[in-house]
Structure formats: structure tokens, C-alpha cells
């Protein structure tokens, strides 16, 4: 934190539309928590880019291939034994952005709570949809840190708590998760009382009905990693599920011209470019004839986006086929995950007709038939994470390298890096900010 990006820190602007924390602090007006509010949308989305290539990458669900800066296959890659160090180059905006969020949507609490331009339900719901998104922002800090552990309690920007375990980590975001989720069942009924982006109120999230729905919906991922598997259903059961209704269901960042930002993730199909996000190799290897997803997300090129870095050639033929305009809005949990989600705990619970009900669902869709192979626990899973690995293909978490790693697959059974010659990592180093300021209030 002793350097010029101090992670835990808020911009303190003065103009009238993002006012600063002085004048928010005490008896905020309406137009001044719901500049709050769209800071926090704003600011929630800002982990966009960088999650997704990184993550992705180090899953090997995609190459993000740039010739202006081999750094993003060297790095991202490992190639040529390169480990993820504190020096890695491009990988802080995964720890930096989320914190910014995080900050964000504590000013949005305080702000809310020490006013009377709010009636007590109202507090609760902008409480509620602040603590909903903060604790999906800590989420992705810990699925980049992992074994590190990450801080909570960030609230005192001075004086930051700890760092916790992993596993009291994912205890502290369900304690986030489920406040608010009281808080927005305190919030009557009837639409948000501030004004969302249509990435909420145009997909049905725009109610305290429907992020109630979303809070569980997160609340089901985290059981999930927690393998708290009753734990996943019923917070399924109480999320925006739904085994018959359309698997692209879900909330999403939107995004527009400037001064609005576009889609980090369009790239504009045929390019004759040197910079590109494209498929990776062994998932075009590993796909199932026939199978919908692919041709739904993956546009075949009329020449590949080449690189070399460090002497390897990279190529790929494939890219992207998910979005049409680069204002196109990106889901950022979708109904498709709850199938699976719903998929797994019941696998994990010998539920197998439950699960394989799921499955079906899933393969269904993908026009690829009803599972027919073994019903053992193992055997189902497999299946499973094969299904996740196609149904949430480059989506903005790095679910195939979460995946792999939460099920102790991350090898080169599962992770092929024989084109790229790189390194398999479990885990991005803690930041050198991070580790100078522990240092020094050793000695303060």
C-alpha cells in the first residue's frame, strides 16, 4: 500500500456529480447516494477485462494474444518457466479493481445509513444491493489469491484487518452475502428505489424481488467452493434458477459510447489485427460434434491471429462469436450457471437423478442428447465440469481455472500447455504493495 496505487483507497472528487466522501458522509441528499450508486455499477464492471483474459488464460480456455507486448504471453503464460511473481506483468487490475469496488460500495453503506432523505426499507435496499455486489467483488480478489488469503475488513483504509485464510475468507463473504440479503428482504417490495443500469432493470434484477434472487444466486457459487453442498441447492432454490426458462437469464454490465466505456471483450470478427482473445486449442479439440455452444461462440476466421513470443508461435483461428457490437452487454451470472450449480451439489449428494436431470438440460440445449454414461459420483462430475467448461467458456470469473484447481486438476492432464510451453499456476502472488505495507506497520 506504500506506493502511488494504494489499493484501498477512493477517488475524493469534488464535482457535484461524484461528490466526495466529506459531503456524502453525513445526510446525503437522493441525487448524491444515487451518484453513489452509479459509481459502484460503474466501478463493479472494472474488473472486466482483466479477469477474463487472465483468468482465462491461465485456464487455458483462450490466448489473449498481443504482438505489441509479448508480456502478455510471456507473463500470463509462463512460458519458459516464468512463475507468477509479484513482478508479473498486467495481473493487479485482479486485485486492484475489486478493491475499488469494494471502497465503493462501503462509501454507498455509509452514505445510506447516515441520512434521513431515506425511509428505513429504502436503506435497506441500496444496503442490500451494496453489500450483494461487494461481497462478488471479494470473490474474485480470493479466486485470484487463493491459498494467500485476502483482506476483509478494508473499511479504515489507515488500517486494514488482516489477511485472512482462504476459508475464513469464504466464512466472511457468506456473513456479507447473507446481511444483505436480510436487509433486502427488509426492503418492502416493488422496483429499486434509485435507478440501475438496463444491465439490471432490462434483465429483471431492477426489483428487490429479483437481487434477492442474485444475492442467493452469488451465495450458491460461494457454497460451491465452500462445498457446502445443501448449501448450493438451497440457495439455488431461492436464486433466478429456473430448469426450463432460458439459460442466458441473468444480470449483466452494459456498456456505451463515451463518455461511456465500450465492451473490453468485442473484438471486431476478421480483423486484420496482431491483438486478439482467441479460442484455445484443446477446447476446439476437446468439443463434442455437433455440440451448439461451439458454433454459438466460437467465429472461425479466415486466417489466424499469429504471434511469437519468446520463439514459440502462437495461432489462433478462432475468436470470439459472442458479441455483436462493442456496446453489447456482458452477463455476468446467467441461469446456465444454476443449472450446473444445481448439477453438481446433487451429484455431490448421491442425488443422481437430480443431477442427471440437470446435465440433461445443459446437453440438451447444446443439441448433443441426453447423458448416457456411468451415474457414479466421479463419473457425473467429470461430465459436469466438462459441461461448465463449454456452457461458461471465457465468462468473467476463469470458471475452467477455478474449476480445475477447486478439484485439484490443475495438470497437465487437464491444462494443456504443450503448444505454448508454459507453466500451469494455481494461484497470482500477493502484491509487492501489499507485502511493503505489512512491513512497515511492523515498525510504525
Not at 32 to 57: A, I
Not at 164 to 170: C, D, G
Not at 299 to 309: C, D, G, K, N, W
Not at 311 to 328: H, I
Amino acid at each position: 500500500m506504500m506506493s502511488s496505487c494504494n489499493f484501498f483507497s477512493l477517488d475524493t472528487p469534488n464535482d457535484p456529480n461524484n461528490p466526495s466522501l466529506g459531503s456524502v458522509s453525513q445526510n446525503a441528499s437522493r441525487t448524491q447516494v444515487q451518484n453513489l450508486v452509479t459509481g459502484l455499477e460503474s466501478r463493479h464492471r472494472d474488473y472486466l477485462f482483466t479477469v477474463t483474459m487472465l483468468y482465462g488464460t491461465m485456464g487455458r480456455e483462450l490466448w489473449y494474444l498481443n504482438a505489441s507486448d509479448p508480456r502478455w504471453q510471456t507473463d500470463w503464460l509462463g512460458m519458459n518457466g516464468r512463475q507468477a511473481t509479484a513482478n508479473m506483468f498486467g495481473y493487479l487490475n485482479t486485485y486492484q479493481q475489486p478493491y475499488f469496488a469494494i471502497r465503493q460500495a462501503q462509501t454507498v453503506i455509509d452514505a445510506v445509513s447516515n441520512t434521513n432523505t431515506f425511509t428505513t426499507e429504502e436503506k435497506n435496499a441500496v444496503s442490500g444491493f451494496a453489500k450483494t455486489l461487494m461481497a462478488y467483488q471479494y470473490l474474485i480478489v480470493a479466486m485470484g489469491q487463493y491459498d494467500n488469503g485476502i483482506r476483509i475488513d478494508v473499511k479504515d483504509v489507515q488500517n486494514p484487518g488482516p489477511f485472512l485464510p482462504l476459508a475464513e475468507s469464504f466464512t466472511q463473504i457468506k456473513r456479507i452475502l447473507d446481511e444483505g440479503n436480510t436487509e433486502l428482504s427488509g426492503a418492502g417490495t416493488g422496483n429499486f428505489p434509485l435507478r440501475l443500469t438496463s444491465g439490471f432493470t432490462g434483465n429483471g434484477f431492477g426489483t428487490i424481488a429479483g437481487l434477492r434472487q442474485l444475492n442467493r444466486a452469488i451465495a450458491a457459487r460461494l457454497a460451491v467452493y465452500r462445498q457446502d453442498w445443501q448449501g448450493a441447492l438451497d440457495a439455488v432454490t431461492a436464486s433466478f434458477y429456473s430448469a426450463t426458462g432460458s439459460l442466458e437469464a441473468g444480470p449483466a454490465h452494459t456498456f456505451g459510447a463515451p463518455p461511456d466505456t465500450f465492451n473490453p471483450l468485442f473484438f471486431v470478427k476478421n480483423a486484420n489485427v496482431s491483438t486478439m482473445m482467441v479460442v484455445h486449442p484443446s477446447v476446439l479439440r476437446d468439443t463434442i460434434a455437433g455440440d451448439a455452444r461451439v458454433r454459438a461462440k466460437f467465429f472461425r476466421r479466415t486466417a489466424p491471429v499469429s504471434v511469437t513470443s519468446d520463439g514459440t508461435p502462437l495461432a489462433g483461428l478462432y475468436q470470439d462469436n459472442r458479441f455483436a457490437l462493442n456496446t453489447s452487454e456482458v452477463k455476468f451470472f446467467r441461469n446456465e450457471e444454476l443449472v450446473l450449480i444445481a448439477a453438481e451439489a446433487n451429484a455431490q449428494l448421491n442425488k443422481t437423478t437430480e443431477a442427471v436431470a440437470a446435465i440433461n438440460r445443459i446437453r440438451t440445449a447444446a443439441g448433443i442428447g441426453n447423458y448416457t454414461g456411468a451415474t457414479t459420483k466421479d463419473a457425473l462430475i467429470d461430465e459436469i465440469l466438462f459441461q461448465r467448461r463449454y456452457s461458461l467458456w471465457a465468462e468473467p470469473w476463469g470458471h475452467r481455472w477455478v474449476d480445475l484447481r477447486r478439484y485439484d486438476r490443475l495438470n497437465a492432464a487437464n491444462v494443456d500447455v504443450t503448444i505454448d510451453r508454459g507453466t500451469i499456476f494455481r494461484q497470482l502472488a500477493r502484491p509487492q504493495a501489499e507485502i511493503n505495507w505489512d512491513e512497515y506497520v511492523k515498525t510504525r
